[in-house]
């Protein structure tokens, strides 16, 4: 038997890109941290929500993927948020490990240059 759709309510709500998809911003639920960003379509996000665990759709393999099934460092989901236009989600996580596929805890960690006649 197949598993019920995300409920139409909730679907209702999200202005998918024309693949589909919704951008999914991950933060630590407790510091604020930004982990990282991945896409979800409504399939994701109702696994997201039926099971708490993150469950993304990977753009490159085509395939969606339980954050930490194959590499332990799971994602817990505390509650997830929808911004104001529809577009985007935030995935307030408690994280288990790194978060970003190098091994860095957040996927943000590379600081860029400062930009010129600008004070940093």
Known sequence: MPEPA????VAA???HD????????VQQ???GEVLMVAWMDDEALRRTLTTG???YWSRSRGE???KGETSGNRQWVREVRLDCDG?????????E??????????????PLPAVAGRAS
């Open 6 to 9: 995300l409920a139409p309510e």
């Open 13 to 15: 709500l999200l202005k």
């Open 18 to 25: 024309p693949a589909g998809l919704v951008a999914a911003v």
């Open 29 to 31: 639920h407790d510091t």
């Open 53 to 55: 665990r993150a469950t």
């Open 64 to 66: 969606y993927w339980v």
């Open 87 to 95: 577009d985007a989600l935030l995935v307030l996580v408690d994280q």
């Open 97 to 110: 490990g790194a978060a970003c596929h190098t091994g860095e805890r957040s996927c943000f960690h590379r």
